[in-house]
């Protein structure tokens, strides 16, 4: 089982539809909760992070649920410019290291 | 200029042969990674250096090497090329307080024929 897990998509949605990406980690003692987004052919950016009580940024939600093990992203009204693989990045506490998922793609089509 | 840079930024080579990618870094960051991006399996952290005396082995070390020059530049040494080592490179580094924000360069495309 990969430590990391998401839906590699794609997902193709229109413009202003509401999108959620789920993201599962195996590795229970794991503390820090990442989104990174990688444009075509870019390097990837952290868009936020995520926290326990859950954290909003403008259109973008980041959820984390410990019992469970997975953390989500929700993207409400979807932009054109919304359009990018979403990287889910998990710290595992083992030295430090995080651990990135295989990334959703994300097609916001007009 | 970039804060993390990559050299060189597209390489093509031949089986067998030696390839250095280098990274260099102007964030003052202790902490510098080495990643490989192939389609499908998302960034696979081959080496990782928490400072200039400090190496450790990520999830895909074999077949590479990697040497810590200074505090600012991290090099990835492909000592044989082989095939399935064609991906897309990135070097990345952190603060060492930092949490988790990574800073990547550009990426690095290497391909081995």
């Known amino acids: 089982r990969k430590e990391v897990e998401q839906d590699p998509g794609p997902f193709n949605v229109p413009e202003g539809a509401t999108v959620a990406f789920n993201c599962t980690y195996s590795?229970?003692?794991?503390?820090?909760f990442f989104w990174y987004r990688q444009d075509c052919r870019k390097e990837p950016k952290l868009l936020m992070s995520?926290?326990?009580s859950g954290n909003e940024d403008g259109r973008f939600t980041a959820q984390l649920n410990r019992a469970s093990q997975y953390i989500s992203l929700l993207i409400r009204d979807s932009k054109l410019s919304d359009s990018a693989t979403y990287l889910c990045?998990?710290?595992?506490?083992?030295?430090?290291?995080?651990?990135f998922g295989q990334g959703t793609e994300l097609s916001v089509k007009p | 200029d970039a804060d993390v840079t990559q050299t060189p930024r597209n390489r093509i080579t031949k089986t067998g042969k030696r390839i250095m990618l280098e990274c260099s870094q102007t964030?003052?960051?202790?902490?510098m990674y080495w990643y490989r991006q192939d389609p499908g399996l998302g960034l696979r952290l081959i080496y990782y250096?928490?400072?200039?005396?400090?190496?450790n082995k990520g999830e895909i070390s074999d077949g590479y090497s990697v040497s810590r020059q200074a505090q600012a530049k991290f090099s990835l040494s492909l000592e044989s090329a082989i095939p399935n080592q064609t991906a897309l490179y990135f070097c990345?580094?952190?603060?060492?307080?930092?949490?988790?924000?990574?800073?990547f360069g550009e990426g690095s495309r290497l391909t081995v024929l």
């Open positions: 990345a580094t952190s603060d060492s307080g930092g949490g988790g924000e990574l800073f």
């Open positions: 590795n229970s003692a794991s503390q820090s």
């Open positions: 995520v926290y326990s």
């Open positions: 990045v998990v710290n595992n506490n083992q030295g430090g290291k995080l651990i």
């Open positions: 964030k003052g960051h202790d902490r």
């Open positions: 250096s928490f400072d200039v005396k400090d190496i």
